[in-house]
């Protein structure tokens, strides 16, 4: 048992640090950014098409193939940051698949519904991570701070609420989760958010916001709060579905969606805070 388990481990190790590497390089080299986009996109792909998994286990019937398309080209939009294209491309991907249901007489209200959910959840909100990658100097450091307070996060959370948990946060959606894991979280991220402050002023090159103290910890705070809100509604998805893993995307870590979860809830909320800062 503790030989598979260290094997576990150490798989989850390999695939993660493997994955950081490829993202990092594509967030900073110059020139990249294209392949970002291309590696978000193939993300959203597969991760609509676990959503609408989930969706068929519950005997539910989204429009898989329309709703997978519809919402990576809702993505790839964001790779020309502009926030009215992005919003059309939704808009007429939520239209194609309405129209898609009827002509093949799927007329059931949750399979619409959660069609468009899909389209809204993983390809709306993962334009706003291609979205802030574009955003001018800045766009690589915004990722790596959205990357860095989200991780610290879940790794926050973890080890606090695995040292001190007992008070469950939301039993009936994830029962492993406590209070003391999500407060810790909490402090792990904003405590990232400081460092990032602190390395913005060290390293002016690298093009971090040039916000004061007070916006970074804010910034942590509520991207911990959104990322932690994501991670507890596509648990209870899962739940719901009866399903452990949305997927054996990532070895070691599951599916798509069990490791960007957390992001396509708090790339926008960090998109729209950067938008907002700089909103005269």
Known sequence: MAAKTLSGVSLRVVTGVTLLAIFLFAIWMPGMRILFTVLVSILVF???Y??????????????TIGGML?????????????????????YGGCLLCAALHVVRGHYAVAGL???IFGI????WFGAHMIMLHGYGEQGPALVTLLIAVVALTDTGAFFVGRAFGKHKLAPKASP????????????ASVLGAFAVYAISRAYPQLHFPNWHVAVYLYTGAALSVASQFGDL?????????????SGNFFPGHGGVLDRCDSFLFAAPFLYYIVIFSETP
């Open 46 to 48: 597969v991760g609509l």
């Open 176 to 187: 492993g989760k406590t209070w003391e894991g999500a407060i810790g979280g909490f402090c």
């Open 233 to 245: 509604a596509e648990s209870v998805m899962k739940r719901d579905a009866g399903i452990k893993d």
């Open 113 to 115: 519904a959660g069609t």
């Open 70 to 90: 519809s919402g990576t080209i809702v993505a790839v939009s964001g790779h020309f940051g502009n926030t009215t294209l992005t919003s059309f491309m939704l």
């Open 120 to 123: 809204i959840y993983v390809g």
């Open 50 to 63: 676990e959503l609408f998994a989930l969706a068929r286990a519950r005997q539910i019937s989204p429009e």
